[in-house]
């Protein structure tokens, strides 16, 4: 068991920035990643279809032997809750640990969420930090038309410098201390919302997910024994070719980039 795979998901490219720090604190690892690209985006649909969606994903990484699912998404993490009844290894979400990594703004910090339309329609990022410190200030904000252009590789350009400037403005002059990048695409964005949003700071993912899957492996004892680095495996429910072109902007090495049918 401890030499199997983990796996990890996003509906896009996302994923891979949170894929990225996973390696760096896991370096003899194998990962196997899956970018549901034909369902992209997984933001604008209904809870159910999503819910769906996830299952589906699920079902085939589990069919890899993984020891470890990894959620890098954050609507797929909001819509995920039925899973842990029916799966039998451990699974992280994004939304938890980076929650609480935003809490180190102080307990009574004001809090932007950046997200997709569906996770902040599900509450769960101000349902977590109203729990964990009741003095926080949530502004949830649905950016799904960012994720749309960062999956078509608008990105730092004047036109995406633009569209997050437009978005954001309103929320320039009230006082936020931190920015939950509330979607993992969103890293591909930090320059553009750092512009926008000067002096606040901006929480992602990746890191704090990167610790809870570490801490995970460690307290069920499935880290694995490394004597050599790990490997990548990339698939995609989209045109293989196309998520090539998409990523040259991911430095870890990788084996290919394979089409699969879920």
Known sequence: MKDNPIGVFDSGIGGLYVLDRLIEALPGEDFIYVADSKNFPYGTRPPAEIAGIVTAVTRYIL??????????????????????AVVDIPIIGVIEPTARAALAAGSDAVIAVLATNATVKSGIYQKYINELAPGATVIPVGCSEFASAIE???????????????????????????????????????????????????????????GRLEGVLREKELLKDAARPGTVTIMTTGDAETLKQQIAWFRREYRGVHHIDL
């Open 63 to 84: 069919k890899q032997n993984v020891k470890a699912l990894v959620i890098a998404c954050n609507t797929a993490t909001a819509h995920s809750g039925h899973l842990r």
């Open 152 to 210: 078509s590789g608008d990105i730092g350009t004047a036109s995406s410098y633009r569209r997050v400037a437009a978005k954001l403005s309103p929320y320039a002059g009230r006082g936020i201390d931190a920015v939950i990048l509330g979607c993992t695409h969103f890293d591909l964005y930090r320059r553009e919302i750092a512009a926008a949003l000067p002096g606040a700071r901006l929480i992602s993912a990746a890191d704090p997910t990167a």
